[in-house]
T-cell receptor, first 115, second 114 residues
Framework: AQKITQTQPGMFVQEKEAVTLDCTYD???????LFWYKQPSSGEMIFLIY??????QNATEGRYSLNFQKARKSANLVISASQLGDSAMYFCAMREDNTGNQFYFGTGTSLTVIP | EAEVAQSPRYKITEKSQAVAFWCDPI?????LYWYRQILGQGPELLVQFQDESVVDDSQLPKDRFSAERLKGVDSTLKIQPAELGDSAMYLC????????????FGPGTRLTVL
């Protein structure tokens, strides 16, 4: 079974609008972390936001917020006020804290911001 | 700001040749990861080091791939012999000790095998 599932291969959003990128995960480890990374066409992976499994509140970092629904095992990324520079691949990742700290990545969502 | 360094950035080689990639993690980061990312897919872990020890190399094709981190600092990933299917981006990442720390990625090495 896939540890991380991203069901949206591609998304389009109008500049200045908000967009939600979906991510669901699968784990039996009670302690885990969820991460979102951005990968522009240049190839580097840029860390965006982190949510711990025991965190009571949704994580926020500037225009990024993580909609964490633990019972549904979902960790959707919300980008508010989209900018042209947000066009990139976005990857959801999970680390299981009790299995060697390996990171599992989804297949990614390609976001295109339309002017 | 400290960064993960990787070299070379690009490598073109012919199949059956040997290639090597180098990674220098952020100073003080105990954990080092090598990933392979095929175009259009997410990164796939090849090997994970904790200091100089291999923690996980279950996905490393050991008949042709090898990795080392002799002094627990920088690391080398080698492929010998390279095959056409090895064409991909090879990403290195490092992470501080502790559960709640993200990993930081280097710029990657884009390998093309002809």
């Amino acid at each position: 079974a896939q540890k991380i599932t991203q069901t949206q291969p591609g998304m389009f959003v109008q500049e200045k609008e908000a967009v939600t990128l979906d991510c669901t995960y699968d784990t039996s480890d009670p302690s885990y972390g969820l991460f979102w990374y951005k990968q522009p066409s240049s190839g580097e992976m840029i860390f965006l936001i982190y949510q711990g499994s025991y965190d009571q509140q949704n994580a926020t970092e500037g225009r990024y917020s993580l909609n964490f629904q633990k019972a549904r095992k979902s960790a959707n990324l919300v980008i508010s006020a989209s900018q042209l520079g947000d066009s990139a691949m976005y990857f959801c990742a999970m680390r299981e804290d009790n299995t060697g700290n390996q990171f599992y990545f989804g297949t990614g969502t390609s976001l295109t911001v339309i002017p | 700001e400290a960064e993960v360094a990787q070299s070379p950035r690009y490598k073109i080689t012919e199949k059956s040749q040997a290639v090597a990639f180098w990674c220098d993690p952020i100073s003080g980061h105990a954990t080092l990861y090598w990933y392979r990312q095929i175009l259009g897919q997410g990164p796939e872990l090849l090997v994970q080091f904790q200091d100089e020890s291999v923690v996980d190399d279950s996905q490393l094709p050991k008949d042709r791939f090898s990795a080392e981190r002799l002094k627990g600092v920088d690391s080398t990933l080698k492929i010998q012999p390279a095959e056409l299917g090895d064409s991909a981006m090879y990403l290195c990442a490092s992470r501080k000790r502790g559960l709640y720390n993200e990993q930081f990625f280097g710029p990657g090495t884009r390998l093309t095998v002809l």
